[in-house]
């Protein structure tokens, strides 16, 4: 079957450092996406990797492994909006989006 | 980023009634677009899958019947939910996928979510 594993809860401090991480088991592969999602609100995109390596986009930056089935979201420079969930999801051989739980991250001042 | 846009944002209705919600993506088309429903502290639960110009495809468990889907441009597609129910209420997403071809390399395929429709029946 198909399974995507994300932590359900992280807590952080402001102005630190977060990793949350991502590991996945699909029928074939068209890239990883991280989503982030504020309570009530519809998810935005945050990065997408469909070969290994690092993308960096500001604070936030995306690893994946293909052949370990792994990826995470590397978070720098915390603020207090940045708590969210964090949602991992995978596009498969069908191009469909196979979803992870999402990660609730918490940030403390 | 591309932009989806959503309507209505949020509605109140009678059970027994028919709403319709649409999406739009305003500045790309989209031969696909995609719904999802999200009940409160979950994740987000594929509905189906619109493509534009025929039938959509449907999640298992989920009533075509009940959920309506019309893609009839490149730019709307529509879910009315038929004789809805308070079981219906939810946070009801869509989003639409736009390729993007790189140079040189193989295309990337993104979806860009519209803002949701909150619906609660009564």
């Known amino acids: 079957g198909q399974n995507i594993d994300q932590p359900t809860e992280m807590t952080a401090t402001e102005g630190a450092i977060v990793q949350i991480n991502c590991t996945y088991q699909?029928?074939?592969?068209?890239?990883l996406f991280w989503y982030q999602q504020h309570a009530g609100e519809a998810p935005t995109f945050l990065s997408y990797?469909?070969l290994d390596g690092l993308e960096e986009k500001g604070r936030f930056s995306s690893f994946l492994s293909r052949s370990k089935g792994y990826s995470y979201l590397l978070l720098k420079e915390l603020q207090m909006k940045d708590s969210a969930s964090y949602l991992c999801?995978?596009?498969?051989?069908?191009?469909?989006?196979?979803w992870g739980a999402g990660t609730k991250l918490i940030i403390k001042p | 980023g591309a932009v989806v846009s959503q309507h209505p944002s949020r509605v109140i209705c009678k059970s027994g009634t028919s709403v319709k919600i649409e999406c739009r993506s305003l500045?790309?088309?989209?031969?696909?677009m995609f719904w999802y429903r999200q009940f409160p502290k979950q994740s987000l639960m594929l509905m189906a899958t619109?493509?534009?110009?025929?039938?959509?495809?449907?999640e298992q468990g989920v009533e075509k019947d009940k959920f309506l889907i019309n893609h009839a441009s490149l730019t709307l597609s529509t879910l009315t939910v038929t004789s809805a129910h308070p079981e219906d209420s939810s946070f009801y997403i869509c989003?639409?996928?736009?390729?993007?071809?790189?140079?040189?390399?193989?295309?990337?395929?993104?979806?860009?979510f519209g803002p949701g429709t909150r619906l609660l029946v009564l």
């Open positions: 989003s639409a996928r736009d390729v993007q071809a790189l140079a040189g390399g193989s295309p990337q395929e993104t979806q860009y």
């Open positions: 500045d790309f088309q989209a031969t696909t």
């Open positions: 619109s493509n534009e110009g025929s039938k959509a495809t449907y």
């Open positions: 699909t029928s074939g592969f068209n890239g």
């Open positions: 990797n469909v």
């Open positions: 999801a995978v596009m498969d051989s069908n191009y469909q989006l196979i």
